[in-house]
Nanobody
Framework: QVQLVESGGGLVQAGGSLRLSCAAS????????MGWYRQAPGKQRELVAR???????TYADSVKGRFTISRDNAKNTVYLQMNSLKPEDTAVYYC????????????????WGQGTQVTVSS
């Protein structure tokens, strides 16, 4: 059973920094892409940043220049370094592992973490 365990959320003042981590485990053979999404109250879930297995990154325009996504393929772990945080970054942040292949299976599956709260005070 694949699990995504997130850590690193919390409360920070505007202008501060946080680092989110997400470790995937459970008989994983490969993961196509890993990323972070967020959902603020009353809003739809949106992509924050995504990184493919080869290292190609995608960022939401709202976080470009402030957030950096990285990945340790050997550990199946993805990180999100968030700098210059703004109150509008406040949301629940969800880790995503896309097209995961587990040993003994040929069917890729997408998994989500349970979410970690990030609150930025003004």
């Amino acid at each position: 059973q694949v699990q995504l365990v997130e850590s690193g959320g919390g409360l920070v003042q505007a202008g501060g920094s946080l680092r989110l981590s997400c470790a995937a485990s459970g008989g994983i053979f490969s993961i196509s892409a890993m990323g972070w999404y967020r959902q603020a109250p009353g809003k739809q879930r949106e992509l924050v940043a995504r990184i493919a297995s080869g290292g190609v990154t995608t960022y939401a325009d709202s976080v470009k220049g402030r957030f950096t996504i990285s990945r340790d393929n050997a550990k199946n772990t993805v990180y999100l370094q968030m700098n210059s945080l703004k109150p509008e970054d406040t949301a629940v942040y969800y880790c995503n592992a896309d097209r995961v292949l587990t040993r003994g299976s040929s069917t890729p599956v997408t998994y989500w973490g349970q979410g970690t709260q990030v609150t930025v005070s003004s």
